[in-house]
């Protein structure tokens, strides 16, 4: 009888094919010391670099590691999606490929789960990020904490350790887009902070480029929050008291005959302000009926090319 996976490593892979190496030794000693019935899933997103024919060539010297290789690339979030559809440990640790979240920090992660805790989230104290991706980070989250309702820490990425009723509710939410961590915040579950070790990447930089950010931040805000539009409400609201306003004002001034070209100024205000407005408006509400209709066409969030 085949032994129960216990735990579940899943990495997403795109632009480290040089770390991969060194990131499953890394590995395999760390995990050793709590179990041998453990799982390496690779997923493969279309890396440029030779990153598949290093997970080719690992899956065959440890049969432990799995490679899933998909057909292009469809990002990091969905990588992970895959992974859990095909992790069978009872944990799942999730984590990048570029050696910053550090392998022997899993067994801190672990020890702390055992305490009763059915997430474990790994908080990097001393990012080694540079100070422009620091500043970003820090906005995008408090942002995102305000518009999605959920906890958010620019501390705290992907990195940690989830059982497994946690990851088959996250893959029970069925949304188009994919944030790992929004979902695992959204679900609930008994969930813990634990500070860890951050380093810097092993080689290359990172693929999220500043408009990547951009993207990936409007995506992930309207698409599990509907706060914009009430902000929109709430910003209709106040342009009208202050129309009204600015309207008594200006009734008030013609009959002291102050203006010498009548009605210039409240024409002009009024047609940039709610022409500003309105086409704010609508690109909102046309951003959320876009990503309905991507939702109803219920087309596969991932396509797999090979597994291995």
Known sequence: ????????IIIPVYGCCKSLRLLYERLEKTLSTITENFEIIMINDASPDNSWSVIQELSKKDKRVKGINFSRNFGQHY?????????????????????QDQPEEIIKLYNKAQEGYDVVLAQRIEREDSFFKKIGSKIFYKVLS??????????????GIYHKKVINAVKDMNDYLKYFPVMVRWVGFKLAVMPVKHSKRY???????????LSLSIDVMLSFSDKPLKIVVKLGF??????????VILFMLALLNYYT????????????????????????????????FDQTKNRPTYIIKEII
């Open 1 to 8: 009888m085949r032994n129960k996976v216990l735990i579940s």
């Open 79 to 99: 990588a992970i999606t895959a992974g859990i559809d095909y992790a069978q440990g009872d944990w799942v640790v999730v984590m990048d490929c570029d050696l």
């Open 146 to 159: 305000y518009l999605t309702g959920t906890e958010q820490d620019a501390s705290i990425a992907n990195f």
């Open 203 to 213: 080689e290359g930089e990172s693929s999220y480029s500043l408009f990547k950010l």
């Open 238 to 247: 106040f342009i009208s008291l202050t129309s009204l306003l600015i309207s």
């Open 261 to 292: 070209v009548p009605g210039w100024a409240s024409t002009m205000i009024t047609l940039w302000l709610l022409s500003g407005l309105i086409m704010m408006i609508q690109g909102i509400v046309g951003i959320y009926v876009g990503k309905t």
